[in-house]
């Protein structure tokens, strides 16, 4: 029996996505000849040559003049630059060429489309640098790096307007995936003509099912804008080798597919996992081999011979977090993947800008009580440790393999008990990584701890703050005040770990008056030096999560939803408190992108909202709130 596993586009193109490698290690583990390969790379980077750029040149052509975007323009005036200049920037991107950076700071080197407007916004007329202010003078690499990202995203823009109206880096036809109450929607667009990115797939997708002659290939989804792809994946897979069978699993289907009942998504796969995929993979490669029946397959959707959904659910316990064994990058192109770089958000350059091994610490949530988590589900709620030493063992694995020293701790919240333990291991054995992760600012995290986690190798932490108000913060059920989480986050930027704050707006019953004194609040630790970058994100409620579950309980009624058939996840909701969020949201958004760059920190935290048509009240915060947490405790 071989196993192919398959991401598919797409997902991200800095580093490989986790989800196949944890896999394909595991079976391994237990002696399975498994494979893997990224498909969502090879396809971005099979347009990404001259050869691609004039395909898709010839599809630009062909639009009428009159239909054709700002992009689409600017590409085809400067089709010929494009087209000399994409393999060495590819090349500089992938880390093989860095004296291009040179050429590239110019600014004379690259075509500079539509995306380069936004350098627009940071003029600085003293120097005549529009970069100067987040660069400096040095820095000529990352100036290049993200000069050159821009130049990619351009493309993209002509990618979506000339080949494919679904395509995005992303979030690719996530519309058609997202809480879709049926599979229309998908089903329509798999049968229609295909682009020439479907067909760009299509003969990747061959080539690798030849190259690896797999009799199973995983399709791994974890989000919605990566399910369409796959199901192309999986189209092609049964046009060509209808023998093979296919499984579909990951984030999105964990989800959004728990109630899955409409049976034409089994036209093209022919099984679906939920949940942890060890276990129930574990049991399909029983059955693939005729040592178990279909009634004792693992959380395990299948058609039935009767053409209807149904679900097999045989009991059987989850493999321990302990023995899933080390992920495994064997087959992924590691030098390939694109460094890219978004100055904009402190942590979401950190993000893009390099090649991280992930990790997992523990096995979900070791709070999971949230109320706007998705609590109810297996990767939140079942929680398993390993050993430390079992945790550096897998890191000196994973380095071996890789090459690579950086690496990103995937954990809902890495408990502080494993991260001290792990990182008295890793100086204990003199394990040199660097590596962040992210965590709930509870005061376990002293600035004792702080330093210890620096010191093996911690260079950022993430946590979420969300709503920056003990109301809310009690409503949340997080666990902590906003008091608590000042003093934390300054131990850990003290110990010169980056803070990076996940923040939230429009939770149920939340007032003007409270997104007001949270933004003050906000303000406040950026000034104070605790966190150095965050950022706003609307609050959506989902069926999974205690507010979702309970509406009663938090204030709110929510609206029904259609006949699902399909997808299910987002609901929407009334707020009695009538507040508009959306357009808080633009004054949210606009503050911590100043307060990011270290500006607007003598502006009252009313001053943001100006002009959005909204009365906003004066913040009730004492100006001095979080200097007196911090320094009068």
């Known amino acids: 029996m071989k196993v192919l596993s398959l991401i598919p586009p797409m997902t991200q193109l800095n580093t490989p996505y986790p989800s196949t490698a944890y896999l394909t290690g595991f079976l391994r583990s237990r002696g399975v000849d498994a494979v893997q390969e990224d498909l969502a790379l090879a396809l971005v980077l099979g347009f990404f040559t001259p050869e691609g750029l004039s395909e898709i040149h010839q599809q630009a052509l062909s639009i009428a003049e009159e239909d054709r975007s700002a992009s689409v323009n600017f590409f085809l005036d400067y089709f010929n630059e494009y087209r000399s200049s994409i393999s060495a920037v590819i090349a500089f991107l992938q880390g093989r060429d860095s004296t291009l950076s040179h050429r590239i700071n110019t600014r004379d080197f690259l075509p500079e489309g539509p995306r380069f407007a936004s350098l627009d916004a940071f003029d600085d007329e003293d120097v005549g640098d529009s970069l100067a202010w987040a660069f400096g003078a040095l820095g000529s690499q990352d100036r290049a790096r993200h000069l050159a990202t821009l130049y990619l995203n351009d493309l993209s823009d002509v990618l979506r307007d000339a080949v494919d109206d679904r395509f995005e880096f992303v979030r690719y036809a996530e519309s058609l995936a997202s809480s879709q109450p049926t599979f229309t929607p998908l089903a329509d667009a798999l049968v229609a003509m295909p682009t020439l990115m479907d067909i760009r797939l299509q003969s990747l997708t061959s080539n690798a099912v030849e190259r690896h002659q797999p ?112 992920a495994t990058w064997d087959g992924l192109p590691l030098d390939s993947y694109l460094s890219l770089l978004d100055m904009l958000n402190p942590m979401h350059r950190l993000w893009s800008d390099g090649r991280w091994n992930k990790l997992t610490v523990a096995h979900g949530c070791y709070w999971k009580k949230c109320s706007f988590c998705d609590v109810s589900l297996d990767y939140i709620s079942r929680y398993e440790t390993a050993s430390a030493e079992l945790l550096v063992d897998r890191i000196e694995q994973i380095i071996a393999e890789t090459g690579q020293t950086g690496f990103h701790f995937v954990d809902e919240a890495a408990p502080p008990k494993a991260l001290k333990a792990l990182a008295e291991e890793l100086i204990r054995r003199k394990v040199i990584i660097s ?199």
Not at 216 to 244: C, D, H, W
Not at 310 to 316: A, C, D, G, L, R
Not at 547 to 576: H, M, S
Request: aromatic fraction near 12%; charge should be negative.
């Open 215 to 326: 009799n199973l290939v995983l399709l791994s989804v974890p989000f919605p804008g990566a399910m369409y792809a796959a199901l192309r994946i999986a189209q092609e897979v049964k046009r060509t080798y209808p023998k093979i069978k296919i499984a579909l699993g990951g984030g999105y289907v964990n989800t959004e597919l728990r109630e899955l009942s409409d049976p034409r998504i089994f036209d093209y796969v022919d099984f679906i996992t939920l949940d942890s995929g060890e276990r129930p993979l574990l049991a399909l490669l029983d059955h693939l081999a005729g040592k178990r029946s279909v009634e004792r397959l693992v959380r395990t959707f299948v058609r039935n011979t009767g053409g209807q959904v149904q679900y097999q659910n045989w009991q059987e316990p989850d493999v321990p977090f302990e023995e899933v064994g080390t």
């Open 435 to 633: 590596w962040w992760g992210n965590i709930r600012f509870e005061k376990t995290f002293t600035p004792e701890l702080a330093q210890l986690l620096a010191k093996s190798g911690c260079i950022a932490m993430s946590g979420g703050l969300e709503v920056a108000s003990d109301r809310l913060l009690t409503l949340m059920k997080k666990g902590v005040s906003v008091e608590q989480v000042a003093q934390v986050t300054k131990g850990f930027s003290d110990a010169g770990i980056l803070v990076h704050a996940y923040l939230m707006y429009g939770f149920p019953t939340q007032t003007v008056q409270e997104t007001v004194d949270a933004l003050e609040y906000v303000r406040q630790l950026f000034e104070h030096g605790c966190i150095q970058s965050g950022f706003f994100h609307r609050f959506t409620c989902t069926v999974h999560s205690p507010v979702g579950l309970n509406p009663q309980e938090y204030g709110i009624e929510l609206i029904p939803l259609p006949e699902i058939t399909f997808a299910k996840n987002d609901v929407l909701f009334i707020d009695p408190t009538g507040v508009d969020h959306d357009a808080l949201g633009q004054g949210l958004k606009k503050a911590i992108y100043n307060y990011m760059h270290g500006l607007g920190f003598e502006l009252k935290a009313s001053f943001w909202f100006n002009g959005l048509g909204l009365s906003i009240p004066r913040t009730t915060v004492a100006q001095n709130f979080i200097e007196k947490a911090l320094y009068q405790a």
